[in-house]
T-cell receptor, first 115, second 112 residues
C-alpha cells in the first residue's frame, strides 16, 4: 500500500540511450511532480502536472519529456542520456488548494547512473 | 520569488543533547513551510508543516519548529537527539504556483 511508488529504484545505462521512469500514486491527489537531486543533495523541481495538465516546466532540456496518462500516473522519459543526467529523481504528489496546503508525499527515488 | 536559506550545512551533536537546525525564508506573502528528512539512500519524509495556523508546529519523532514572521525564520528543534536522527534535513517553502523550493540541506550527525 505504498503511497507514491516509482520504478525502477536503480537504473544504470550507457550514454546515448533512452530510458523511462514510472511513477504512480494511490492517494487520490490531483498534482504530481518530478524533482531532481544532484550529487550535492540539492533538490530542484523539473515538472508539475495538475489534473494531467502541465503546470510547471522548469528550464529542463527537451530531452526530458514527462507524460501523464491520468491523474495517478506521471512518467518521465529521457532521450539521449548524458553523463550529467546522473542523479536521483524523485516523484511526488499533493492535493492542491489555493487556501490550504496538505503536504507533499515523495516516492523513494530512482538513482540514475549514466556511464 | 520564494527562497530558503539553511544557515548550517553540517550540525554535529551528542546523543541526548538538543538539536537546532536553522532556516530563514524569503516570501512575498504568508508562506507554507515544511521540514523534510532524508536518511541515507532513502526517500524524503515529511517531518512537519506550517500553513498559517499555530506558529509552533509539532512533528514526528519529537521534532518541532516555530514560525517567526518578524525574524523570517522556521528553525527545527528537538530536545534530545537520538542516533536514529542522523540524516539530511531540508527546509522547504511552497510558492503559489504549486512548486516547492528546497534549501540546500543540513547534515545532522549524532555522536554516541
Amino acid at each position: 500500500d505504498t503511497a507514491v511508488s516509482q520504478t525502477p529504484k536503480y537504473l544504470v545505462t550507457q550514454m546515448g540511450n533512452d530510458k523511462s521512469i514510472k511513477c504512480e500514486q494511490n492517494l487520490g491527489h490531483d498534482t504530481m511532480y518530478w524533482y531532481k537531486q544532484d550529487s550535492k543533495k540539492f533538490l530542484k523541481i523539473m515538472f508539475s502536472y495538475n489534473n494531467k495538465e502541465l503546470i510547471i516546466n522548469e528550464t529542463v532540456p527537451n530531452r526530458f519529456s514527462p507524460k501523464s496518462p491520468d491523474k495517478a500516473h506521471l512518467n518521465l522519459h529521457i532521450n539521449s542520456l548524458e553523463l550529467g543526467d546522473s542523479a536521483v529523481y524523485f516523484c511526488a504528489s499533493s492535493q492542491e488548494s489555493r487556501q490550504h496546503n496538505y503536504g507533499y508525499t515523495f516516492g523513494s527515488g530512482t538513482r540514475l547512473t549514466v556511464v | 520569488a520564494q527562497s530558503v536559506t539553511q544557515l548550517d550545512s553540517h550540525v554535529s551533536v551528542s546523543e541526548g543533547t538538543p538539536v537546532l537546525l536553522r532556516c530563514n525564508y524569503s516570501s512575498s506573502y504568508s508562506p507554507s513551510l515544511f521540514w523534510y528528512v532524508q536518511h541515507p539512500n532513502k526517500g524524503l519524509q515529511l517531518l512537519l508543516k506550517y500553513t498559517s495556523a499555530a506558529t509552533l508546529v509539532k512533528g514526528i519523532n519529537g521534532f518541532e519548529a516555530e514560525f517567526k514572521k518578524s525574524e523570517t525564520s522556521f528553525h527545527l528543534t528537538k530536545p534530545s537527539a537520538h542516533m536514529s536522527d542522523a540524516a539530511e534535513y531540508f527546509c522547504v517553502v511552497r510558492s503559489s504556483n504549486y512548486k516547492l523550493t528546497f534549501g540546500k540541506g543540513t547534515l545532522l550527525t549524532v555522536n554516541p
